[in-house]
């Protein structure tokens, strides 16, 4: 799971890269998709760019585990100057917290229920569990 989770935080520094130099090119462009999307709200935006703006990337850290799409803040990265280089270092180091402790409670859920219920039946329901979650995330988030 960890390596997983190292693997997905390089993903993810990747694909911020992109947004940021999208953002960088056409900041209004990039934020008129983004409001399009289900769960993010121009207010949604408007906050990551504020909050990045304020406090940099340790807003990113609390946007990985309040709900806010790290995309967002990739983007405020590139709408508040911060370097591409600073972006691609600082972008595994803020996704990977959250990813490993999704990592490590997969983990822990497998070694205590598969022995009990089967592989097949945990992916069941841990898939289950992921679809109830973004099910329970697009109903709460805005529009």
Known sequence: GAGAALSAALGAAIGGGIVWAWSRAQPD????????LPGISPAMIADAVR????????AAL??????VPYK???????????????????TPLVRL???LLIAAGASLLRRG????IGATRLSALLL???ALFYAWYFHVMPA
């Open 128 to 130: 289950t569990g992921w």
């Open 29 to 36: 462009t990039v934020a008129q998709l983004y409001a399009a």
């Open 62 to 67: 609390v946007g990985a585990f309040s709900g």
């Open 51 to 58: 909050g990045f703006a304020q406090h940099g990337w340790s």
């Open 113 to 116: 229920l598969a022995p009990r």
């Open 97 to 99: 917290p959250r990813f």
């Open 72 to 90: 967002l803040y990739a983007h405020a990265a590139a709408v508040d100057g911060a370097s591409l280089p600073a972006l691609l270092l600082m």
